[in-house]
Every structure is written in structure tokens, then in C-alpha cells.
Nanobody, 123 residues
Framework: QEYLVESGGGLVQAGDSLRLSCAASVLTFTSYTIAWFRQVPGKEREFVAAIYWNGGRRYYSDSVKGRFTISRVNANNTAYLQMNGLKPEDTALYYC????????????????WGQGTQVTVSS
């Protein structure tokens, strides 16, 4: 059963923008912090951004702060990651995840995961 489904990835050039979406089903969406992580082959999954259940708090990794914006629309059970000023080093498989905790960047604190959407940024 799919709890989270990501979409919106693609191949873009450096400096371009993309918006990723994370659609939730089955979950009581407002019970969860939603986060985005990313992973490249051979490396650990890396925290990108998180948003509190009501959108009142947001947290970003230093590598994306000022370029990426996380948001959510609870009425639509959907979260978003707006990515501006993309760089080749942003190339990765991007996952959304749900946790009942706030403030964690540890993948072990996230009980639900999507399948990922690929973002590739060419130089």
C-alpha cells in the first residue's frame, strides 16, 4: 500500500527550478511532520527539509537553505518542495517521508516513505 507518492522530478539545467509534490493517502496527514530526503548511489540518504504538521515550522539543511522551500496543503494531503537555483550537486533521488516527531533529520524516525522521484541537474 502506497502511503506517499512523489512526482515532479526531471532533467533540468543548472539554475533552473523544479517543484516536487508528495501526495499522501491512508495517513492522517495532519498528524505528521513531512520531510524531503535525497540520495545518490553509494551515499547515505540525506535530509533536505521538513515541515511541521500545520506548516508553522520549517527546517532546511544548510546545502539548500535559501534555494529550496518546503510547503504543504493539508486540505489536499499534499506537500511540496520548490527548488530554485538548482545545481548539479542537487542531482539525486528525492524522497518524501512522514514522521510523528518534529526536528529529526534521522531516517529512522520516519515511518513512511515514498518511492522517490529522480532529479537530474546538468551543468
Amino acid at each position: 500500500q502506497e502511503y506517499l507518492v512523489e512526482s515532479g522530478g526531471g532533467l533540468v539545467q543548472a539554475g533552473d527550478s523544479l517543484r516536487l509534490s508528495c501526495a499522501a493517502s491512508v495517513l492522517t496527514f495532519t498528524s505528521y511532520t513531512i520531510a524531503w530526503f535525497r540520495q545518490v548511489p553509494g551515499k547515505e540518504r540525506e535530509f533536505v527539509a521538513a515541515i511541521y504538521w500545520n506548516g508553522g515550522r520549517r527546517y532546511y539543511s544548510d546545502s539548500v537553505k535559501g534555494r529550496f522551500t518546503i510547503s504543504r496543503v493539508n486540505a489536499n494531503n499534499t506537500a511540496y518542495l520548490q527548488m530554485n537555483g538548482l545545481k548539479p550537486e542537487d542531482t539525486a533521488l528525492y524522497y518524501c517521508a512522514a514522521s510523528t516527531r518534529w526536528g529529526s533529520v534521522d531516517t529512522r524516525d520516519y515511518a513512511y516513505w515514498g518511492q522517490g522521484t529522480q532529479v537530474t541537474v546538468s551543468s
